[in-house]
């Protein structure tokens, strides 16, 4: 194979990774660090670019995973694809690179549990259970949990928020705090929310390909209806953890982003048949699950008061 052929090759592996999609992880590892400066540890850059690199090889296998599995069982050429949903399409035009595709997933899998396993061994053991989760999440949720409505429907939430945010956390200090748990549940009701509506557009090739995702099993409309259900759940997560005092009062900054998920989904819920007008609604429910807990990880560390591990 030539030298341009290879770099070609390379380039099609890494379409793959659906890097943008990896903001998701750099926000959720930033509170879940968050939560750890205001409980009043100290965190090494060694140990925060190891969680970062961890986290960001998970979430690599899944997305190229997905892009294999969804190549391989003729999915995604039935697809019409968004900047939100319907993968990449590089596959499906290069599949000659299946193989190096699956080299990817494995090696970045590898990665993420090794990872984990230094953290264990330097004495996160609480951190073993949630590696475990994630794993089999990891390695389901293509072949398998896409076929479970209402697994599919919590999988990508407890993903990124129990497990990533709560496992940040642990692997910098070696413990659960009210903070962190509580903190974990905003990233847990909107990523859920985001991947369901991303499912919209795809629900006529889910449903050829056997996939039974929340939206083809129970339609639009409810569908939407358990959307606005997990957004309201994250207002009251917000607000509970200011009444708590878990929470600084400036964290209900984060309801003002959570405003923008009306208008979201009102917007999918009449567009859902139109890749192309339902786009810009898909583009503000990226926008709400990313915000909101960026600007719950700042509200913490503002307040946080120096010294004291407690927050102002």
């Known amino acids: 194979m030539k030298h341009g052929s290879h770099l070609s090759y390379l380039r099609i592996c890494i379409q793959t990774i659906r890097a943008p999609f990896l903001l998701l992880t750099l926000v959720c590892v930033f509170l879940g660090a968050a939560t750890a400066v205001a409980s009043g540890y100290n965190i090494s850059s060694v140990d925060m670019g190891l969680v970062l690199t961890g986290a960001l090889a998970a979430h690599i296998t899944v997305n190229v ?3 294999y599995l969804d190549c391989k069982s003729g999915l995604d050429a039935l697809t019409t694809r968004t900047p939100f949903s319907g993968g990449s399409g590089a596959l499906v035009q290069h599949p000659d690179a299946l193989g190096g595709a699956l080299y990817l997933a494995i090696g970045a899998l ?4 090794l990872t984990g396993l230094y953290f264990v061994f330097n004495g996160a053991l609480l951190l073993l259970p949630i590696g475990a989760v994630g794993i089999a999440i990891v390695l389901t949720y293509t072949p398998w949990l896409n076929r479970l409505p209402w697994l599919c ?3 990508p939430g407890l993903a990124f928020g129990p497990l990533m945010v709560v496992g940040t956390h642990v692997a910098l200090t070696g413990e ?3 903070l962190v748990l509580l903190a974990s549940l905003l990233p847990f009701f909107l990523t859920n929310n ?3 509506l991303n499912q919209y557009p795809d629900m006529s ?4 390909a056997g996939r039974k995702t929340f939206p083809v099993m129970y339609g639009i409309h409810n569908s939407s209806r358990v959307y606005g259900s997990f957004l309201f759940l994250a207002g009251v997560t917000v607000l509970a953890g200011i009444r708590l005092e878990l929470l600084p009062t400036l964290s209900s900054v984060c309801l003002f982003a959570l405003s923008a998920g009306v208008p979201a989904v009102t917007g999918a819920t009449k567009y859902a048949q139109s890749a192309v007008r339902i786009t810009p609604f898909l583009a503000i429910n990226v926008a709400v699950a990313l915000l909101t807990p960026l600007l719950l990880g700042l509200s913490v560390l503002i307040a946080w008061k120096p010294g004291s ?3 102002q």
């Open 153 to 155: 429907l919590l999988a």
């Open 205 to 208: 090739p889910d449903r050829s």
């Open 309 to 311: 591990g407690l927050m």
């Open 65 to 67: 995973l997905n892009e």
């Open 110 to 113: 590898t990665v993420s549990i």
């Open 194 to 196: 985001l991947l369901l």
């Open 176 to 178: 659960y705090t009210a």
